[in-house]
T-cell receptor, first 111, second 115 residues
Framework: KQEVTQIPAALSVPEGENLVLNCSFT??????LQWFRQDPGKGLTSLLLIQSSQREQTSGRLNASLDKSSGRSTLYIAASQPGDSATYLC??????????FGKGTRLSVIA | DAMVIQNPRYQVTQFGKPVTLSCSQTLNHNVMYWYQQKSSQAPKLLFHYYDKDFNNEADTPDNFQSRRPNTSFCFLDIRSPGLGDTAMYLC??????????????FGSGTRLTVV
């Protein structure tokens, strides 16, 4: 059974700092991995999707990497801003089975 | 813009009073999902439709039902809500059978409070 773990559970950083969020999964036979952002009381917004054949994806200040063999992904946020404060969720997809989510990392960026 | 729309945004219902949440999509995705998310927890899958085929998770309470009358719409019915059903309910869509090229698209969620 696939399990997804995100470390740390919470993170607080000063504005302007670069930071890394970690995601690990137990079964490397994934189709893709998706990073989401969730603001309090809101739905999930997709940030980046990495297919199993890819090593990384970039969007603006965000960069996500994937190492399937070691069962790891990282989300790198450059020059963090208070508006980046949210919960970041990692989820993996295996075949046509539904996404398996981690519990998320709650990020606070302090001005 | 193509999107997933959930209504209502907020819903308060009384203990035991049936409630229906709705989800519509303009993406023409063939798979639709309902997730339940309680405070500070990961989303938990309740069930999903792959085309017209309904797939129920083993631990989804019988109290929760779903309908998908057509490709665009999906409903979540809670027959007799309990206080423990207070949660955010998230609808998502994806394109199945494409080998992982596409990700999931989520709606904004319905915040359900049972009083």
């Amino acid at each position: 059974k696939q399990e997804v773990t995100q470390i740390p559970a919470a993170l607080s950083v000063p504005e302007g700092e670069n930071l890394v969020l970690n995601c690990s999964f137990t079964d490397s036979a994934i189709y893709n991995l998706q990073w989401f952002r969730q603001d309090p009381g809101k739905g999930l917004t997709s940030l980046l999707l990495i297919q199993s054949s890819q090593r990384e994806q970039t969007s603006g200040r965000l960069n996500a990497s994937l190492d399937k063999s070691s069962g790891r992904s990282t989300l790198y946020i450059a020059a963090s801003q208070p508006g980046d404060s949210a919960t970041y969720l990692c989820a993996v997809r295996m075949g046509n089975t539904p996404l398996v989510f981690g519990k998320g990392t709650r990020l606070s960026v302090i001005a | 813009d193509a999107m997933v729309i959930q209504n209502p945004r907020y819903q308060v219902t009384q203990f035991g009073k049936p409630v229906t949440l709705s989800c519509s999509q303009t993406l023409n995705h063939n798979v639709m999902y309902w997730y339940q998310q309680k405070s500070s927890q990961a989303p938990k899958l309740l069930f999903h439709y792959y085309d017209k085929d309904f797939n129920n998770e083993a631990d989804t309470p019988d109290n929760f039902q779903s309908r998908r009358p057509n490709t665009s719409f999906c409903f979540l019915d809670i027959r007799s809500p309990g206080l423990g059903d207070t949660a955010m309910y998230l609808c998502a869509t994806s394109r199945g059978g494409t080998g992982g090229i596409y990700g999931y698209t989520f709606g904004s969620g319905t915040r359900l409070t049972v009083v």
